[in-house]
C-alpha cells in the first residue's frame, strides 16, 4: 500500500457534494488524420496498451477506519476499462455551447470512491465531424505538471500511435496490504501524534505570520488572502458546472509580453482581469476594490515524476479597478513579482501543512460543517476566482491517430470560489478552460468570450495591433 501525502489526502477529505475535486479536461480531434481510421475501440485499445505506464489510473483508495490516518493506494484486482472509458454523442449542432452544456453535466457529478479515480468520455457528433474526448482525473493524483506528463503518455507524437513495450510504472501489486486491525493501531498512533504536531504547526503559523506582517509593512503592492471583495462569483457553491472555452493565437501573447516586459502569466492574468471586469462592470456589480486571483503554482523539480500533488498557491490582485488596460498589467505584474516574493519567504519558515497534522476525519467533518453552515456567503472570501497557468506542448500532438486541434483544461471550485480559469499551450494557441457554478456565473460564455476582446484592448494599449 502506498500512503497519500497530506495534501493529496485533503483534496479527498475536503470533498463535499457541491466541492469536487476532480481535474478535467476537453480534447477536440480532426479524426480525418487517423491512417487507420478512429473509433472509440480504437481508442479504447490504444489507452488500455498505455495503462501499464499510468500507475495513477490502476490504483484504487484503501481507507483506514474512522478516518484516523490517510488513506493508501492500492492495486485494483478487478479493473474494468469498460467502467472508466464511455461513450457518449453531443446534441446537434455540435458547435461549443453544445459541448459546454454536455460537459458541464459530465463534471457535475463526484467519480466513484471504490474504482480508480479517473473516467474517460469519448464524445461524438461534433460539427465539422471532429470527435471530443473529456478526462477527468481526481486532484489527489494529479496536479497541473503531472497532467500535462500524463497527457504526453496517452497522446502521441505522430499519426501512427506508438508501440509499448516497457515494464509497468509504480505497480503495487507486490506491496502489502495492511488489515483494518494494523491500520486501526496506525490510525491511533497517528492520532497520538496529533498534539505534538499541532504544537510545531503552530510555531509555524506564528513564525509565518511575523514574516507575513513584515513583508506587507515593506511592500505596499502585496496581497494577502480574505482582502477580495465580495462579487457574484463568490457564494455558496451547488452540485452543477458550467463550462466554457476559449483560444487565442499564443504569438500575440507573447509580442506582448516582450512590449511590457513581463511574464507571460502576467499577460494571461490581465486577458482574465479585462474580461472579468467587463462582466462585472456590465452588470453593474464591479467592486471598488481589485478583485484577487488564487494562482496555484507547482513547486515540483524538474527530476521529480511522483504521481500526487507538489503544489502551493499565492494570491495576485488582478488590477479590476484601474481603468487603461496597460496600467492594470502592470499594477498585475508588480503584484505577482510581489507575491512570488512573499512565497518564497513563508515557504523558508515552513515545515509542515496543516493537512500533515489532522486526521482526514476531521478534514471531512470541517468540510461538511463549513458547507452545513453556510459560511461561503458569511465570511470574506479569500479570493475571487482561481486562476492557474500551465505550459503545454509546442507541437501536435495525436489521440488514436486524430489530431489533436485543441486542449482546454478544467480546474475544481474552492471555498465559495464560483470560477476557475486553468490555461494551457498547446501548438501556437493559448486555451483557456472555464469552469463555474452556474448558480453565480449565469453568463460563462460572456467572460469566454471577452478573452479575444481582451487581448485586442492591450493590444492597442502597447501599439500592437496591426
Known amino acids: 500500500m502506498r500512503r497519500l501525502t497530506g495534501l493529496d489526502a485533503a483534496f479527498l477529505y475536503?470533498?463535499?457534494?457541491?466541492?469536487?475535486?476532480?481535474?478535467?479536461?476537453?480534447?477536440?480531434?480532426?479524426?480525418?488524420?487517423?491512417?487507420n481510421g478512429f473509433s472509440f475501440e480504437r481508442l479504447r485499445e490504444v489507452t488500455k496498451a498505455r495503462l501499464p505506464q499510468l500507475p495513477q489510473f490502476r490504483w484504487k483508495l484503501h481507507q483506514v477506519?474512522?478516518?484516523?490516518?490517510?488513506?493508501?493506494?492500492?492495486e485494483d484486482e478487478d479493473f474494468d476499462i469498460d467502467y472508466h472509458i464511455r461513450h457518449i454523442a453531443v446534441p446537434p449542432p455540435g458547435g461549443p455551447h453544445q459541448i459546454g452544456e454536455l460537459i458541464g453535466d459530465l463534471v457535475s457529478y463526484k467519480l466513484d470512491r471504490s474504482k480508480p479515480l479517473w473516467e474517460m468520455w469519448v464524445i461524438e457528433g461534433l460539427e465539422h465531424g471532429h470527435v471530443a474526448v473529456l478526462t477527468k482525473i481526481h486532484h489527489s493524483i494529479i496536479d497541473g505538471v503531472s497532467g500535462a506528463e500524463l497527457a504526453q503518455i496517452i497522446l502521441d507524437l505522430q499519426p501512427e500511435p506508438a508501440p509499448i513495450d516497457v515494464p509497468t510504472v509504480a505497480s503495487?501489486?507486490?506491496?502489502?496490504?495492511?488489515?483494518?486491525?494494523?491500520l486501526l493501531g496506525r490510525g491511533i498512533g497517528q492520532t497520538l501524534l496529533m498534539p505534538w504536531r499541532i504544537t510545531r504547526y503552530s510555531a509555524q503559523l506564528v513564525a509565518q505570520g511575523l514574516t507575513l506582517a513584515g513583508f506587507a509593512r515593506r511592500r505596499a503592492t502585496a496581497t494577502l488572502p480574505f482582502q477580495a471583495p465580495r462579487t457574484p462569483f463568490n457564494g455558496e457553491l451547488t452540485p452543477h458546472r458550467g463550462v466554457a472555452t476559449a483560444s487565442v493565437p499564443l504569438s500575440r501573447v507573447k509580442v506582448l509580453k516582450d512590449k511590457f516586459d513581463v511574464k507571460l502569466n502576467d499577460v494571461v492574468l490581465s486577458l482574465c482581469a479585462t474580461t472579468l471586469r467587463r462582466y462585472l462592470k456590465e452588470r453593474d456589480q464591479l467592486p471598488d476594490q481589485p478583485l484577487i486571483a488564487q494562482v496555484p503554482v507547482s513547486i515540483r523539480s524538474e527530476t521529480d515524476s511522483d504521481?500526487?500533488?507538489?503544489?502551493?498557491?499565492?494570491?495576485?490582485s488582478l488590477a479590476t479597478d484601474v481603468e487603461d488596460p496597460?496600467?492594470?498589467?502592470?499594477?498585475?505584474f508588480?503584484?505577482?513579482?510581489?507575491?512570488?516574493?512573499?512565497r518564497r519567504a513563508l515557504d523558508a519558515r515552513k515545515i509542515m501543512g496543516l493537512t500533515d497534522t489532522t486526521p482526514p476525519g476531521l478534514i471531512a467533518l470541517a468540510a461538511r460543517m463549513y458547507t452545513a453552515a453556510s459560511l461561503d456567503a458569511h465570511i470574506p472570501p479569500p479570493f475571487n476566482v482561481i486562476i492557474s497557468n500551465v505550459p503545454g506542448p509546442p507541437f501536435p500532438l495525436y489521440m488514436a491517430g486524430a489530431k489533436l486541434l485543441s486542449l482546454s483544461p478544467m480546474g475544481p471550485l474552492l471555498y465559495g470560489g464560483g470560477l476557475n480559469i486553468t490555461v494551457i499551450s498547446y501548438m501556437d494557441q493559448l486555451e483557456f478552460g472555464f469552469l463555474a457554478?452556474?448558480?453565480l456565473v449565469p453568463d460563462l460564455w460572456s467572460i469566454a468570450d471577452g478573452i479575444e476582446i481582451a487581448l485586442e484592448e492591450l493590444e492597442e494599449s502597447a501599439g500592437a495591433r496591426s
Open 14 to 35: 475536503g470533498e463535499t457534494p457541491a466541492w469536487h475535486m476532480h481535474v478535467s479536461a476537453l480534447l477536440v480531434a480532426d479524426p480525418s488524420t487517423a491512417p
Open 65 to 74: 477506519p474512522l478516518g484516523l490516518d490517510r488513506p493508501g493506494w492500492v
Open 172 to 182: 503495487l501489486h507486490d506491496q502489502r496490504v495492511p488489515g483494518i486491525p494494523e
Open 307 to 316: 504521481p500526487g500533488n507538489k503544489v502551493a498557491a499565492m494570491f495576485a
Open 326 to 332: 496597460a496600467l492594470r498589467l502592470q499594477a498585475t
Open 334 to 342: 508588480e503584484s505577482t513579482r510581489s507575491a512570488k516574493e512573499m
Open 437 to 439: 457554478c452556474p448558480e
